[in-house]
């Protein structure tokens, strides 16, 4: 009996005493199990390794969010020619959609001598004056005030007619039953569908019949040795050349829309002749 409690006694050590015996005295602090933390070598592998992993992750993952703002950019414009055709069909109506695409460059249309507005410097003093250039140019630059009169410099003349730089693409209808898009930002998009006035500002309509024809001119059809007529739009991210282009082809004859992969050069005359929009399989239409 009495061996039996030495041996009991001696089995039921106390937790702390038992894992102080396998961790060590320096993993314990003064009070046994309250440990002291890490050390700095060891916070300082730490912090590198994550260091180096979101280094090499973030790249990555940044793609990969640009990659679903584009998708995003064109199921949200699909869907909305969907619906609109859809409307037209049903109410027996003709219905419209407006594509508002967003510029940072200047479009040059017509050849007309006109004034440019701008920042004057003066060289010698730095002082900077807004004013109006008069002179002879290429027409007027998408997104910039003109005023055929001419100003002195430092008098800031804006024209009435002037058209703002749109900022952001938009999608607008006659028809949309669920409401206007919410488009992604940061998201570029190009079309070959030409605008009905020849100003790109005012937007690009797309027709829809009663039957759920779509209406549209594609420009550089007629010079092109390509045999496809369908309007395409392509959604792309400018600053990530490596990134997938997507694309929406529309046809004109019955209206039916895909979405494909986009291969080419984005300016209009060039989606036309040479773009290349290769549909993805059907179920991931």
Request: proline residues 4%; aromatic residues 4%; contains cysteine.
């Amino acid at each position: 009996m009495a061996f039996w409690k030495r041996k009991n006694r001696r089995s039921i050590k106390p937790l702390r005493q038992r894992l102080g015996q396998r961790l060590g005295p320096q993993r314990l602090g003064p009070q046994g199990l309250r440990p002291l933390g890490f050390t700095l070598i060891e916070t300082l592998v730490i912090i590198l390794v994550v260091g180096v992993l979101s280094a090499i992750t973030a790249p990555s993952v940044m793609s990969m969010m640009d990659g679903v703002k584009v998708d995003r950019t064109i199921v949200e414009v699909r869907t909305a020619l969907q619906s609109t055709q859809r409307q037209a069909i049903r109410g027996t109506q003709v219905c419209t959609v407006t594509l508002q695409l967003a510029s940072t460059s200047g479009n040059n249309s017509g050849s007309s001598s006109g004034s440019q507005s701008g920042l004057n410097i003066d060289a010698n003093t730095g002082i900077v004056d807004v004013g109006v250039n008069s002179g002879k140019g290429n027409g007027n630059a998408y997104g910039h005030s003109k005023n055929n009169d001419t100003s002195t410099p430092g008098s800031n003349t804006t024209s009435p007619s002037a058209t703002p730089a749109i900022t952001k693409n938009t999608v607008t209808g006659t028809c949309l039953a669920s409401g206007e898009p919410d488009l992604p930002e940061k998201v570029a998009m190009a079309t070959n569908i030409a605008s009905t006035s020849g100003n790109p500002a005012d937007g690009i309509d797309i027709r829809y019949g009663v039957l759920g024809g779509a209406e549209f001119t594609v420009q550089g059809l007629a010079t092109s040795t390509s045999r496809d007529a369908s309007g395409k739009i392509v959604a792309f991210i400018q600053e990530r050349n490596n990134l997938k282009k997507k694309c929406i082809a529309i046809s004109s004859t019955l209206g039916l829309t895909r979405v494909g992969n986009y291969v080419g050069d984005t300016d209009p005359e060039s989606i036309t002749k040479t773009g290349v929009c290769t549909a993805l399989e059907w179920n991931k239409q």
